[in-house]
Structure formats: C-alpha cells, structure tokens
C-alpha cells in the first residue's frame, strides 16, 4: 500500500478508470475536462491508493479557505472495496493537509460511510428529483 499525490498524473487512463466511478454518466471526454480543470485549480489537491501498480483508490480535496477542505471525489476500484481503502486516503488527507475541517456532499449510498468515520451529518434535502443529499462535517 502506498499513497502517492497524482495532481500531475490526472490524465492517467488508470486514474481515470477509478475517478469514474465517482462520476454521475461519465464519458472520456467528461472526465478529461474535468481533470483540466482539477489540474489549473492551485487549491485542488488529488491522491491515489495503489496496491502494487493497481490504483486502488482516489480522492480529490479543494481548500476552501486555510484549512478546510472538501472532499469533491473519493471513489475506490470495484475490486478493492470493503477493504478501508476510502477511509485510509480520508486519514492521509487528514494528516498531511492539517484539515482543521472536512467536508462532504454525498448521498444515501455513501453517507453511512461518512457517518461510520465520524463525519456529522446535516440532511440538506432532495437537492435533486428524488434524490436526497447530505452534507457530512469532520473537524479532527
């Protein structure tokens, strides 16, 4: 297991097969621009898990403002999940960017997840048609 900053390797096709799956119908050209724009933003910061040279997992944080973050990507490859390969790359970001908060907006799928980390969890509502969204706070 290794943790590595991927800012300058977002184009990668094995980065970009993880990142998908944090996408709502992504396509090759979806994720292509939104990894340039991931890539000119000074206050995205991006890491990936690898297991050996397989991309286990990502996440991608923006600073918000000093010290807090929000977590806009985490996915982890269908093959290395139920393993505490999300919650490894949330404890690195933790330490080695002194989030003083951590934020997140997820939905039913994954809030128990953030839930189970410690993240608290305010219901913002059906954000979208038939989809309720929550915002979940860290603040170590």
Same mark, same amino acid.
């Not at 993880?18 to 944090?22: E, K, Y």
């Given at each position: 297991m290794n943790i590595i900053n991927i800012k300058e390797n977002l184009h990668d096709e094995r980065i970009l097969a993880?990142?998908?799956?944090?996408q709502y119908m992504p396509t090759k050209e979806k994720l292509n621009k939104l990894v340039d724009e991931y890539e000119l933003d000074s206050d995205i910061f991006a890491f990936a898990r690898y297991e050996d040279d397989t991309v286990s997992g990502i996440i991608i944080l923006k600073r918000i403002k000093n010290e807090d973050f929000e977590i806009i990507s985490i996915a982890v490859s269908p093959n290395f999940r139920?393993?505490? @390969?999300?919650?490894?790359? @949330?404890?690195f970001a933790l330490k080695n960017l002194k989030c003083a908060v951590l934020k997140a907006e997820t939905d039913d799928d994954a809030v128990g997840f953030y839930r189970s980390f410690g993240f608290n969890i305010e219901t913002l509502g059906e954000k979208y048609p038939g989809v309720v969204r929550y915002l979940c706070t860290l603040e170590p």
């Open positions: 993880v990142i998908s799956h944090s139920k393993q505490g @390969i999300a919650s490894s790359l @949330i404890s």
